[in-house]
């Protein structure tokens, strides 16, 4: 039993949700040594700080599922746009691609332009270095970091289209060993990307019996999001199945071309379920995702690295074959190509990009207007012009799918964004506004059914209850992680909290104005200790580099 002095922190007056999907219910919470030790009836007593919670609904700390803020941690441990958002957890390494291991020319080079973009030095090459870096460095949230698969196939392989040898596979089976060693969670993959979509499902397969062997999760942005939704999500299954691994799918609403076939996928997930395979998905509220400016380009074009591309667009013959290519698209690429493929060239728009800055914020159709081209010329020029660098956002979901998908109990919330600030290095150019306003996006948009004129296409419904939202932020995806003190109001647990006010709680950012801080949001707390205080953040770096199977 805790005394009254010995308590760093008590919230009083709240109603608690949680995380259970159960109802809310009054009672205050009584916090030390970053654990919660109390909960009930605790007025009167004292303690070092007490947080008057009337109004405002009391829960665990969000859990940022899909995240891919492995450099930009480092960059600015305040992780000022995720922890206002209430995100207490960062689940990083997604789609593939981690910053560690580093090994082998191709893979260095990635690191040094990573450094040369933001201006800080890295050094690493193990994936227990790198998370060495992570708490040396310290943030605001915690961190539970993937390996890549299509970092751990850059160090071996490069951007080569082709299978590993018997040696090669071994090497890279030595790499997710060592990551998963280190503290790793799992692995992602990135099937609809270089070096990844150049990846067979007995590749996968191999190294995810890897992962199998600690414990681990596979995490994949599966090979086909559109068209071939259907046939990826059940090879995804296969993967997890035959490896025995849990598998988990990454922002899993059909994109354009697939529109509608979420019944079948989720179906393909239940299935699978009944059978014993622990399937579960992510997703975030917004009807646009983001991507790489290069991207948007046929497989084979993207093939050893940015200085090919380049190459390759600057022969005008080869620039004929690639509009070919990207117009018949014989295998799906990523969402934007689903709508190059379409000619709606008006619902891509350049978020990012470091030398044509006047041109952030336009969409291409816009763009090729302003230089007097096709649209597919002033791509071709504007990613040569960038290095085959930038970013661009594309309106390729569809809002039906998307509910669809957000009310089927094996999904949670993951962000797919970066921990960003409005300030420095990390505020230039005009990213994706999920990573400022995913999760106070799902209370105003599906708990609240507000919609919100000025972010495009948005259509709130009340679908979710604010029990049921918070779940899929907080025990749904920790209970994934195997993160069993967390993400739950309870005895003994990690004391990472959220006090938001459920009739102010929303997102303000926008695809045009997307360094927009929510509202709402009170406090948050980090392992006991408060970083943001009245909409204020505190300076403090509390959270920790969680690490699997690791004592």
Known sequence: MVSDLDYDLLIVNGRILDGTDNPWFRADVGIANGRI??????????????????????????????????????????AESKVRQGVTTEVIG????????????????????MMHKYGVEFSWSTFSEYLKTLEDRGAAVNVAALVGHGTVR??????????????????????????????????????????????????????CRVVAKYGGFYAS??????????????????????????????????????????????RLIEEARLRGVDVTCDLHPYVAGSTGLSALLPAWVQEGGAGKIIERLSDPKLRKRIIADMIEEPIPGPGPCG????????????????????????????????????????????????????????????????????????????????AFAPYGVLGVGKNHPRSYGAFPMVFR?????????????????????????????TSLPAQKLGLWDRGLIRLGCWADVVLFDLERIADRATYLEPYQYPEGIEYVIVNGEVVIEKGRHTGRLPGKVLKHNVE
């Not at 009836?41 to 940022?64: R, S, T, Y």
């Not at 995804?236 to 988990?248: D, K, M, N, S, T």
């Open 37 to 78: 030790m109390s909960i009930g009836d605790l007025k009167g007593i004292d303690a070092e700080l007490i947080i008057d919670a009337e109004g405002l609904f009391v829960c665990p700390g969000f859990i940022d599922m899909h995240s891919h803020s492995d450099f930009t941690l480092l960059v600015n441990p305040r």
């Open 154 to 207: 850059r160090c071996v392989l490069g951007l080569e289209s082709r299978s590993p040898t018997r040696d090669e596979l071994d090497e890279m089976k030595a790499l997710v060993a060592e990551a998963m060693e280190a503290g790793a969670f799992g692995m992602s993959s990135g099937l609809v990307y270089p070096p990844g979509r150049y990846a067979s499902k007995e590749e996968l397969i191999e190294l």
């Open 94 to 113: 997604n789609c593939g691609s981690s910053a560690a291991p580093v090994k082998g020319e191709t893979a260095r080079a990635r690191l040094l332009s």
């Open 221 to 266: 942005h599966i090979r086909g999001e559109r068209e071939t939704i259907v046939e990826a999500t059940a090879e995804a299954i296969e993967i997890g199945e035959r490896a025995g691994v849990p598998v988990q799918i990454s922002h899993h609403p059909a994109k354009i071309g697939g529109w509608g076939k979420s019944k079948d996928t989720l």
């Open 445 to 473: 948009k599906y708990v609240r059914g507000i919609s919100r004129k000025e972010l495009m296409y948005d259509e709130g419904a009340r679908i979710l209850t604010v029990e049921e939202a918070v779940r899929k932020m």
């Open 339 to 418: 709508l190059v493929k379409r000619g709606m060239w008006d619902k891509i728009i350049l978020c990012d990009c470091s030398r044509n800055r006047d041109l952030i914020g336009k969409n291409f159709e816009e763009i090729a207007k302003i230089r007097g081209k096709d649209p597919f010329e002033a791509y071709f020029d504007l990613v040569i012009e960038e290095e085959a660098s930038g970013k661009v956002v594309g309106f390729y979901y569809n809002e039906e799918d998307i509910r669809r998908v957000l009310l089927h109990p094996t999904s949670m919330i993951g962000s797919d964004g970066y």
